[in-house]
């Protein structure tokens, strides 16, 4: 299963923390020390972040006494981490990632930082329709987006009812995907192109 | 009133970035009031400011019921809030979650909206308690009409049944159901979760294996693909019979899928499944590897990672196959990722075929500092022109310098070369310079690892002493290694090993007496205490062989010789003996008294012949030792002094499990309470009552020696101690001692308080019989093991032990097993500090050598334990008497594995200072 879901940026400032089970380390040690191991890393490397110091850090293995995987990827001034056990495909984890950011993508039209900073409840909305308890929910990126629209349809008019005189609010407005990033994994071998 | 939305938080937080503190502080205290209000759109607002605020790190426990309160709303806007909250900010034992099993029950049971937001949040925060209650509802969910709630609700299930297996039963023909759902989305999560409960109790799901296989052969959706095919490989080591049904679809998906993540997990499938035993198996262990390797020479820095991790598994089965690949892998090593090069790492020590070459090449990756950044150079380069500039450029180019992967890299060594006892060495002075190698070229902390490779493989293999011990010489003779030797990483500690080694088996060198000047120069002073004292017992074993050596075939012509070594030893040891460090004053002043011994002895030898030695001016009397040459022996006699203190018994390693099988005698249970402590007992006391077992023995023991003493009882003589030196020192005696008095006294007090408090207890059966034993009872119950054991060594000095030896040597009727076993567990906690400071370094040491550390020590200072466990008793020929060596046999049952030797003198101290 995904035991946590990390967004920071560059700079190492959290922008959304979803951990599925309960880890030794507080959330914002775990953070920094991922961001330290992953910041260093060129972008010509594996997205599996595998150090010596990582080993120890983690300590925690699955019930088959494997060790949780740091999975990541790298978009623009953002890191996606996921840690993972054996339980999840490495390479999936990969294209799930990427499943995510395209689902973010489609709620805010063309995802950047400051909609992840502005929009932190949306963001977690957005996660719980591709992930929920720790296992993947949906995979589909139109399915996901429906279900997410749906979502913030409710909220809105409920929002709407208790505040009749309010302007706009809750939710975000959906203005279709522009992200041009097919899933290689899955239907295709990559070649090269990286999600950066 | 104007309440801030978490975009005014966000927006004043980067506002006051300088003043953050400060601005959260006041922020956390309206949102205090916030949450306390009436206003529900208010309270959730700050809710979730305080979510956000939890993920920088400021604690929001304190709210939880407040989160609670916003959980339960009716509306779905501030409910998700809730939620969301509730999941961020929750754990197990969180105590108002037993507030919300009614109100998720409600929600469960209302609109699909609401459903789906409590779905979620209940898989977040659900504990057994909330399982119990709820995972009736969350199973009557999934027959939902909507296939989105089903969804929710087969993966909350998950957690449910992890929680609560108790609803097992109830819940997994539901889910078989959901197998054949109309909706693929629905399935897919059904094959998860199964393959999440399969992972942990696989026999439990084989029933499932037609369904999954028809799923298997008909779907084409690679993410549920992918889960089914990890489910198989939890499935198939419980249900042999699934692995011919399933080799034909699997070899089928290897062959023709497209997607490379479902190739790989299929590969991944077979290995770990067990699916590549018989001759249809190793065909496909041949597909497999065949895909790795050509993973392996991917561009894709994942397969490789991948491709690593599974050649890692299939290894143990089919090492042939990999070792086809040893090349590839080998300069995979060099990768400049460093998750590939511990991946392939991990792959190397499990091929470990050719330990050699293997070794030699991760030497050279340690070796190679700066190499490594020209073949990534390239690549580096062209990731320049495609993205933004990472930070920390210079650690990248080279993971070869990163120390972790150091420290990584030559551990990785050690545990290669040293694993199951050397079983893959062959050649033992290869490893040996391996190991000086790793120790020069590491960089990192490994050199106790090192030291206690090097000592335990001079002491394991016999024939490679010669020229360990050549190799050390050399080490010692490194001016430039013994002033690094103060840096980070220098692994200074190998020099331990290599004092040590050249200590104890300088007999393999023609003139070990060289190595005095290494071991005591001057220099040797800035190295750490611990490996001080090691370089002096050294030069002290060094001496010793060479004298004795010098002495069986005396000539006369060598008497100037070996005067002057001893007087460059003396000369030298002066600086040694005002070290700061207690351990090396001790011993350096050992080594003094021992000596001026040798050299009053050499001052009194008269050769027969007329004598040379013009420095001491003794020429005239020369002629006396000719009168006595039957009864005198033609050498001095003290050469003879140092040696036989440590080479009486050759140095065995032990098996590690060798004090555990020396078997308790019938009766005794250690873990019993012969008395049972008062509860008032303060810690000192305590641990007197604790050890009442050891004190019953030591009393027996007691007899003996006091009637060697003369009669006077332990504490008596300890006051006569006392009192001579009030009266040799100083009238008024110090603090110190008023205190130990006192303290002396007090117990004794407390003692005399217990056994009148207890003496009507019946559960106090030893203590009433002691009483019958004799006056002296009190008395041996008062003293202190630590003063009973120091004392007399310390201020007392050879007259006490002098008079004790022969006692006991008189006496020296074995004494049942029993009392040393106890004894020694009874001593050793408490036990002189000089062996606990010294023995340090050793104690992070493998077990086996437990002897090389723990018999220099005890030699090095009179002994305070009167006998020792040896195996045989053969008296040293040759010795003259004034050193004697006392030992007494142990019987040791048990292991036929290891021999126990554990060589120990007692030594009559001489004190001249």
């Not at chain 2, 040893?326 to 090069?341: G, K, L, P, Y």
């Amino acid at each position: 299963m995904i035991h946590a879901v990390l967004i920071f940026n560059t700079s190492g400032v959290p922008r959304l923390t979803k951990f599925y089970t309960p880890l030794q380390q507080s959330s914002q040690t775990l953070v920094q020390k991922i961001y330290s191991l992953v910041s260093s890393r060129q972008a010509s490397l594996c997205n599996f972040l595998d150090a010596p110091e990582l080993e120890s850090f983690l300590g925690q293995t699955d019930d088959n006494g494997e060790k949780l995987r740091v999975v990541y990827r790298n978009y623009a001034t953002l890191y996606f981490v996921f840690v993972v056990d054996s339980a999840e495909s490495e390479l999936g984890i990969l294209d799930l990632i990427q499943v995510f950011v395209e689902s973010l993508d489609r709620a805010f039209e063309n995802v950047c930082e400051l909609d992840l900073v502005y929009h932190f409840d949306e963001a977690h909305h957005i996660l719980s329709e591709v992930i929920q308890g720790g296992l993947v929910l949906e995979t589909n990126v139109e399915e996901i987006d429906r279900a997410v629209q749906e979502a913030a349809k409710a909220r809105k008019e409920s929002f709407a009812s208790a505040n009749p005189l309010s302007l706009g609010g809750g939710g975000v407005g959906s203005r279709g995907g522009t992200l041009q990033t097919p899933l290689h994994w899955i239907t295709d071998r990559l070649t090269g192109v990286r999600a950066r | 009133m104007w309440e801030r939305t978490l975009q005014d938080l966000i927006r004043g937080l980067r506002a006051n970035k300088k003043d953050e503190a400060k601005f959260i502080a006041k922020a956390v205290d309206e949102i205090r009031d916030e949450v306390r209000g009436k206003d529900m759109e208010l309270k959730a607002g700050a809710v979730l400011k305080l979510t956000y605020l939890d993920m920088l790190g400021y604690d929001m426990s304190w709210a939880s019921f407040h989160v609670v309160e916003v959980m339960s709303s009716p509306r779905i806007h501030l409910k998700s809030i809730g939620y969301l909250a509730a999941g961020l900010s929750f754990h197990e034992d969180t105590d108002v979650l037993m507030l919300t099993t009614n109100s998720l029950k409600k929600d469960l049971n209302s609109r699909a909206e609401d459903v789906a937001v409590t779905l979620n949040g209940f898989s977040q925060i659900v504990n057994a308690d909330l399982a119990r209650d709820l995972g009736p509802e969350v199973i009557r969910l999934l027959t939902h009409s909507r296939p989105h709630i089903r969804k929710r609700a087969i993966i909350a299930l998950y957690r449910v049944l992890d929680k609560h297996p108790g609803l097992r039963e109830q819940a997994v023909p539901r889910l078989r159901e959901r197998l054949e759902d109309d909706d693929p989305g629905v399935v897919a999560a059904a094959v998860n979760v199964l393959c999440e409960l399969a992972r942990k109790n696989p026999t439990d799901y084989l029933a499932l294996a037609p369904q999954l296989f028809h799923l298997l052969t008909t779907s084409s959706n690679n993410w549920m693909l992918i889960k089914l095919i990890k489910l198989f490989g939890s499935l198939t080591p419980h249900e042999p019979r699934l692995v011919k049904k399933l080799q034909p679809p699997i070899t089928d998906l290897i062959s023709t899928t497209p997607a490379v993540s479902l190739l790989y997990e299929c590969v991944h499938t077979c290995i770990i499944g067990g699916m590549l035993h018989g001759s249809q198996g190793n065909a496909l262990a041949r597909t497999c590897v065949t895909k790795l390797a050509n993973f392996l020479q991917d561009s894709d820095q994942n397969l490789k990672y991948i491709a690593l991790m599974a050649l890692v598994k299939i290894v143990p089965s089919h090492p042939y196959l990999v070792a086809e690949y040893q090349e590839m892998i080998m300069s995979s090593v060099n990768d400049h990722d460093i998750s590939i090069r511990m991946r392939a790492l991990d792959l190397i020590s499990a091929m470990a075929n050719n330990l050699q070459s293997i070794v030699q090449q991760l030497l050279s990756h340690l070796a190679r500092n700066e190499s490594n950044g020209l073949p990534s150079a390239v690549q580096s380069l062209s990731q320049y022109s495609q993205g933004p500039s990472t930070p920390g450029i210079v650690t990248l180019n080279n993971p070869s310098m990163n120390p972790a992967y150091r420290l990584t890299l030559a551990q990785r060594i050690l545990i290669l070369c040293s694993q199951d006892t050397y079983e893959s060495v062959t050649d033992f002075e290869w490893y040996l310079s391996v190991l000086v190698d790793l120790a020069y070229i590491a960089n990192v902390d490994v050199g106790e690892q090192i030291r206690d490779q090097l000592v335990d493989v001079a002491a394991r293999v016999r024939g490679v002493r010669g020229y360990a011990v050549q190799l050390m010489t050399k080490l010692l003779s490194d001016d430039s290694f013994l002033l690094n030797a103060g840096e980070g990483g220098s692994c200074s500690e190998v020099l331990w090993a290599a004092a040590w080694i050249c200590g104890e088996y300088c007999s393999e060198l023609a003139e070990p007496q060289k190595l005095l000047n290494y071991l005591l120069q001057p220099k040797v002073l800035t190295l750490p205490p611990e490996i001080v004292s090691v370089y002096l017992q050294g030069a002290l074993k060094v001496f010793g062989s060479w004298a004795a050596e010098l002495a069986e075939q005396w000539d006369d012509e060598s008497l100037p010789k070996v005067k002057i070594t001893v007087n460059t030893v003396l000369e030298r040891i002066r600086d040694f003996a005002s070290n700061a460090d207690i351990e090396v004053q001790e011993r350096a002043a050992n080594i003094q008294g021992l000596f001026s011994f040798v050299n009053a002895d050499l001052q009194a030898f008269h050769p027969k012949s007329t004598s040379n030695d013009i420095d001491y001016g003794e020429d005239s009397s020369s002629g006396f030792g000719v009168e006595t040459p039957s009864v005198e022996p033609r050498f001095p006699k003290g050469l003879f002094l140092v040696h036989p203190l440590f080479s009486t018994y050759e140095l065995n390693p032990v098996a590690a499990s060798a004090q555990a099988s020396v078997p308790i005698p019938d009766g005794l249970d250690l873990d019993a309470w012969i008395v049972p402590p008062p509860k008032e007992e303060t810690e000192e006391a305590g641990g007197a009552d604790g050890g009442a077992d050891v004190v019953k023995v030591r009393k027996a023991k007691k007899g003996k020696g006091k009637a060697g003493i003369g009669g006077k009882t332990k504490k008596q003589k300890q006051v006569d101690l006392y009192e001579e030196e009030d009266v040799l020192s100083a009238p008024v005696e110090t603090e110190e001692e008023k205190a130990e008095r006192e303290r002396v006294s007090f117990c004794f007090s407390r003692k005399q308080e217990r056994l009148e408090r207890q003496r009507d207890d019946p559960f106090y059966l030893t203590d009433s019989r002691q009483p019958a034993q004799g006056p002296t009872q009190d008395d041996v119950d008062l003293i202190p093991v630590v003063r009973l054991d120091d004392l007399p060594g310390l201020s007392e000095g050879s007259s006490a032990s002098a008079s004790r030896l022969p006692t006991l040597k008189s006496a020296s009727k074995p004494r049942p097993p029993q009392a040393f076993v106890i004894d020694r567990v009874g001593e050793m906690p408490k036990g002189a500090k000089p062996p606990s400071l010294f023995s340090s370094p050793s104690s992070a040491r493998s077990p086996p050598l437990s002897n090389g550390s723990g018999g220099t020590p005890v030699a090095s200072t009179p002994s305070f334990f009167p006998q020792y466990e040896v195996e045989d008793d053969i008296p040293r020929t040759g010795t003259p008497p004034p050193i004697k060596v006392t030992r007494t046999k142990k019987k040791k049952k048990g292991t036929g594995t290891g021999t126990k030797k554990s060589r120990t003198s007692s030594v009559v101290p001489v004190d001249n200072t």
